[in-house]
């Protein structure tokens, strides 16, 4: 893997966690290092870091104590 992605990836150990989680990235990122973005987005979505889920965890969360405050 090129040291420009290792070092990228090296601004969040979560980063080294997903990609032990799905080894694929590492292959693609070795042979495809301009896929970064990709994978920043897949992180983004499947570890739910990006705005909507947290409005909507917000959301979640709102309800919840919603329905405990009505009982």
């Known amino acids: 893997m090129r040291s420009d992605i290792i070092n990228m990836l090296n601004m ?6 997903f990609l032990r989680e799905y080894p694929y990235w590492h292959q693609r990122l070795s042979y495809y290092p301009e896929q970064i973005t990709s994978f920043f ?3 983004k979505i499947v570890r739910r870091k990006r705005l ?3 409005i909507e965890d917000g959301a979640n969360m709102l ?9």
């Open 12 to 17: 969040d150990n979560d980063y080294w966690i």
């Open 41 to 43: 987005d897949e992180y």
């Open 52 to 54: 909507v889920d947290k």
């Open 63 to 71: 309800s919840m104590i919603n329905l405990l405050m009505e009982e």
